[in-house]
């Protein structure tokens, strides 16, 4: 089974910055994208980017934040940039094993989740 696993989140003041990290399991899986979403309390679970077929951002975030690939092909980062209060979220990343010809942006496009990591951003 392949698992996702996010690190890098924590408390920050508005304006500061953050960058996440997503680790898949398995070093040989070959993912047709991998995306970023985030969930705030009350709230539905939403886009954030992603990276496929291109590279896509929600305009919320677009311009701050930043998706990359390390050296490792199973590891993705989320550079987030002049965070605001309103990035206050859970974020998760995501695989998606199938194949597509987009980059997918809706959560029922991706087939492996990782558990979260929190965003909080408070003076």
């Known amino acids: 089974q392949v698992q996702l696993v996010e690190s890098g989140g924590g408390l920050v003041q508005p304006g500061g910055s953050l960058r996440l990290s997503c680790v898949v399991s398995?070093?040989?899986?070959?993912?047709?994208?991998m995306g970023w979403f985030r969930q705030a309390p009350g709230k539905d679970r939403e886009f954030v980017g992603a990276?496929?077929?291109?590279?896509i951002y929600a305009d919320s975030v677009k311009g701050r934040f930043t998706i990359s690939r390390g050296s490792a092909w199973n590891t993705v980062y989320l550079q987030a940039n002049r965070l605001k209060p309103e990035d206050t979220a859970v974020y998760y990343c995501?695989?998606?094993?199938?194949?597509?010809?987009?980059?997918?942006?809706?959560?029922?496009?991706?087939?492996?989740w990782g558990q979260g990591t929190q965003v909080t951003v408070s003076s």
């Open positions: 398995e070093r040989t899986f070959r993912g047709t994208a």
């Open positions: 995501a695989a998606r094993a199938r194949t597509t010809s987009e980059t997918p942006r809706r959560a029922d496009e991706y087939d492996y």
């Open positions: 990276t496929g077929m291109y590279t």
